[in-house]
């Protein structure tokens, strides 16, 4: 029998050591160029909706100071107009930035607002049951049943439409989604002992939903909020569009790409392509940005 | 209607430096959609102080509902009713109110609960977690002593590193180290029963066994009395001072377990024994099981709870309610809830015997 030969190579033959590096694995040096320019984007558009009064811009608002510039100009072809000029040659680049600090006003402030009233109204129906969940289960399923454009439609037609009222509105249309969000979340981690324990202990209902359950439900909201401020920013956009959002003069991204209507766009295709390609930047940004802080976020509860 | 006046009601021979917790007839049910689900009937136990009680069954045997009606949990559920009475240290603590509950729960009474991930709260500091309860119970406590305190717990617990542990959160330790945590948070204020309810069941077999080891040594070294809450018959093993076998609500055996784990005298029991391996048993020997499954908890019919499942039954099993009684003289601790009690070790010794004779 052969065998104490094919046990052989076993015996531990010449072998070259395997190089082994001692020192520390590189960390991981992919640079997520697109997370990236998300931030730098909406850095770069939040810094300029903040500081449009004080940057050397053109007019953006008042057609009888524009009398005297070119109108409908492709950008880089005017001096002074960046991005060209509209239908009354105001500046479109003065525009955009005014029209930001609209949409990010109303898209931020909206969220914003459907977040508190989102995380009171949902982590309260879901700690305290009962009737008053029976309410708000009620409300949140009503306006959900609604759909949402024309919900802000009808809001519209009875309010005027300026960036308080619009934000309300819109504020409404998020708060549902928040809401049931909330909600839902609490009824897993009412579930948990660290509840059960703060109410052995004689914490009141009150003391409950602001230190213990909070904190929790507001981390998995924030992710989708991010969500939320590109959906209403678009849904704003659309308003403007339509008609029903910020009027004119005043600048929205949704009211300057209306203003392509009427046969205007296939004539000068910029004065739609420049705010529907801002919009759809800012939008990919925030998508892209609550898309990533989910996954981050998302390990505390990866081994539950 | 059993508050005080009962306290004076309590006989004298009990010496109430020994007795830590007297629970006597203690039921507890729930009112579900479904019917009326009683998880705990007429249960009644002493625990020494510095003594371990185990307390064994499947699931749905109403061993946790237990471990958690003598910490006044249950009641926090609007459902329950818990009837009978539990006398910690000569108080009642039924039905304990807001104030009383607040007051014993972590500095007398303290538990350790099932899954440390989720009694932790995620989005706080493990430290914080130590403090708190501290902090609870002594409001004189300055943060600082506080931290310091709570650092050397989680020293105590056999964390390493207390120093950095403290500044993590829940979801950066290993199940084991959380568990820790946990055991550490009920130890905060030197409590002197501890309610473990199936500490281990989160954790690999491994870590169990450090985890046990480890509230163990700390029971000896505080002379802090345990219930030991658990399915696992292994667990209890070696770790308890008296063993008690829950079956649909009710407690079938009640032995030293010294005692029980050589014999068993309810069928049940015996079953629950038989069904895990033994090392000295022959080889390819069929493991014991006992058929059918536990009853619906809503469905009150009479007689032993265990009869539909139980192969000795017979007429009187359906229609009586065996007592919790001693089998035998010789050991008066050793009781058990059947009509016709068996002997473990004798059936037992016969099945091997048999099982070896053959070919």
Redesign the interface.
């Known amino acids: 029998m052969p065998q104490h030969e094919t046990r052989r190579p076993l015996a531990a033959p010449k072998t070259t050591p395997i190089p082994v590096s001692f020192e520390k694995p590189r960390k991981n040096f992919h640079v997520d160029l697109l997370l990236w320019f998300c931030i730098l984007w909406l850095g770069a558009i939040v810094l300029a909706a903040i500081f449009a009064p004080l940057l050397p811009l053109a007019e953006a608002q008042d057609a009888s100071k524009t009398l005297m510039e070119p109108t409908n100009q492709p950008p880089f072809t005017v001096p002074g107009h960046p991005l060209g000029t509209n239908g009354l040659g105001l500046d479109i680049f003065a525009r955009l930035i005014y029209g930001a600090r609209i949409s990010l006003t109303v898209g931020v402030a909206a969220v914003a607002i459907g977040m508190a009233v989102g995380a009171m109204l949902g982590t309260s129906a879901g700690y305290l049951r009962g009737a008053w969940e029976a309410v708000i289960g009620v409300l949140t399923n009503t306006l959900l049943a609604v759909p949402a454009l024309i919900l802000l439609i009808a809001l519209s037609t009875v309010l005027r439409p300026s960036v308080v009222s619009l934000t309300f509105s819109l504020a409404l249309v998020a708060s549902p989604g928040l809401i049931r969000l909330a909600r839902a979340n609490t009824l897993a981690f009412t ?4 509840i ?2 703060a ?4 914490a009141k209902p009150g003391r409950v939903i602001l230190r ?1 359950l909070l ?2 439900v507001l ?1 998995s909201m924030m992710s989708l909020s991010f969500v939320y401020i590109s959906v209403l920013i678009v849904a704003e956009a659309s308003l403007g569009f339509l008609g029903v959002g910020i009027r004119q003069p005043t600048p929205s991204w949704g009211n300057m790409i209306a203003e392509g209507l009427g046969g205007k766009m296939e004539q000068y295709p910029h004065l739609v392509f420049i705010p529907a390609t801002v919009l759809f930047l800012t939008v990919f940004s925030f998508n892209l940005l609550g898309e990533r802080m989910r996954k981050r976020w998302d ?6 | 209607m059993i508050g005080t006046n009962t306290l004076h009601a309590v006989p004298a021979d009990i010496e109430p430096s020994k007795t830590l917790l007297r629970v006597r007839d203690l039921s507890a049910s729930f009112s579900t959609p479904s019917g009326e689900v009683v998880s705990v009937e007429r249960v009644s136990f002493d625990l020494h102080r510095g003594k371990t009680l185990g307390i064994v069954g499947e699931s749905g045997s109403g061993k946790s509902v237990l471990g958690r009606t003598i910490m006044g949990l249950t009641g926090l559920s609007g459902n329950a009713t818990v009837s009978g009475q539990i006398l910690f240290d000569g108080v009642d603590f039924t039905n304990p109110d807001k104030k009383l509950r607040s007051e014993f729960l972590g500095s007398k009474i303290a538990m350790i609960f099932q899954d440390p991930l989720s009694s932790l709260n995620p989005v706080k500091l493990v430290g914080t977690h130590v403090t708190e309860t501290l902090r609870q119970h002594d409001r004189s406590l300055s943060r600082r002593d506080a931290k310091e305190q709570a650092i050397g717990l989680l020293d105590k617990v056999r964390i390493p590193d207390p120093q950095r542990r403290f500044g993590q959160y829940p979801h950066e330790l290993s199940g084991g180290m959380r568990q820790r945590v946990g055991i550490a948070i009920a130890l905060a204020c030197s409590p002197q029963l501890l309610v473990a309810d199936e500490p281990t069941t989160a954790l690999d077999v491994t870590v169990q066994k450090h985890v046990l080891d480890l509230l163990g040594a700390i029971c000896e070294e505080q002379g802090m009395a345990m219930i030991l809450v658990s399915h696992d018959l292994g667990v209890v093993a070696g770790r308890s001072d008296e063993v008690m076998v829950m079956y649909a609500g009710r407690i079938q055996e009640k032995a030293p377990a010294s005692e029980f784990f050589v014999r068993q005298y309810h069928p049940y029991a015996y079953g629950l024994l038989a069904s895990k391996p033994m090392l000295d048993s022959p080889a390819h020997a069929e493991l014991l099981s006992i058929t059918g499954r536990p009853p619906d908890p809503t469905d009150r019919f009479p007689g032993c709870r265990f009869a539909p499942r139980c192969q000795n039954a017979r007429a009187i099993c359906r229609e009586q309610e065996p007592l919790l009684e001693p089998v035998s003289d010789a050991a008066p601790e050793h009781k058990a809830a059947c009509f016709f009690p068996i002997d473990g070790l004798a059936v037992r010794t016969t099945v091997d015997n048999s099982q070896e004779g053959a070919p």
Do not use: D, H, I, M
């Not at chain 1, 579930?191 to 660290?194: A, K, L, T, V, Y």
């Not at chain 1, 390990?299 to 539950?304: G, N």
């Open positions: 579930q948990r002992e660290f059960t324990v109410r052995a202990l004689g213990e904190p929790n981390l390990k505390r509860e990866v081994s539950l």
